[in-house]
């Protein structure tokens, strides 16, 4: 059986979770409630949780300054938000677990079996301590992207990516280390997630680290050559933001 707590400012809301927990979920149980991130720190002291339901937007301070605010995690988070598309990038960025309001049941069960299921096969990875170590970084060179892979996870610092490459509905993810994995991710999904952290969508196919641009080649359809001596190709729409990169 695992530990849970609830951190979440809505009675209401307390309430469901708490229901669905009951009913849908036997393997955990609901040891604590709270309504801020002052008493939900408190709490996760007291009862030492294996999982943490935590909404973002409560009073004095968001889930993620809870988050901050610890010396040491070792649960796991299962985020309760209304849509927020900068908390949800971040989630994402990490593969942490995230549902949205209203509560899907089959959502809240598919979250909790995945965190069960790394339990018993005492899976080290932690999404949640990524996305902590993200949250504490400065540097957007400095924050870690999750590659969900068939056999676990590889975890790789923004700045070590070099481009992201189309190819149908996935895309290949090519490091400065020379390897490279396919994800069963689209294009967009990687530009949504990336392109506000220097990378560049350059073409339908093309997403690229601004700072692994080696050389532009100017022509109708341009080029750049990547710090891995790879092309990328660059459209005309995309010209002109790549052009503010070197002014």
């Known amino acids: 059986m695992l530990k849970s707590v609830i951190i979440e400012d809505e009675e ?3 309430n469901i979770l708490t229901n669905y927990l009951t009913k849908y979920c036997p393997e955990v149980s609901n040891e604590g409630e709270a309504s801020n991130i002052n008493d939900g720190k408190k709490l996760i002291s007291n009862i030492k949780p294996d999982i943490v339901f935590l909404d973002i937007e409560m009073p004095f301070g968001n889930g993620f300054d809870l988050l901050d605010q610890l010396d040491t995690i070792d649960f796991e988070v299962v ?4 849509y927020s598309h900068y908390a949800i990038k971040a989630i994402n960025l990490s593969a942490s677990y995230y549902i949205l309001k209203p509560i899907d049941i089959d959502e809240l069960i598919n979250a909790v079996q995945k965190i ?6 005492e899976e080290s990875f932690s999404s949640t301590k990524i996305l902590a170590e993200n949250i504490k970084s400065i540097s957007d060179k ?8 068939l056999d676990g996870f590889k975890v790789a610092q923004i700045g070590n990516i070099i481009r992201v490459e189309a ?4 895309s290949i993810v090519y490091l400065n280390d020379g390897k490279k994995y396919v994800l069963s991710k689209t294009l967009k999904y990687f530009d949504e997630l990336l392109s506000e952290l220097g990378f560049l969508r350059s073409h339908k196919s093309h997403l690229i680290n601004l700072d692994h641009i080696v050389q532009y080649k100017k022509g109708k359809m341009g080029q750049v050559i ?3 001596e790879s092309l990328a190709l660059v459209s005309s729409s995309a010209k002109k933001e790549l052009m503010k990169y070197f002014t």
């Open 79 to 82: 985020f309760i938000t209304a």
């Open 167 to 170: 190819s149908d509905n996935y």
């Open 226 to 228: 990547m710090s891995d």
């Open 142 to 149: 400095n924050k870690k992207i999750v590659l969900p892979q």
């Open 116 to 121: 069960v299921k790394n339990k018993q096969e």
């Open 12 to 14: 209401v809301s307390r």
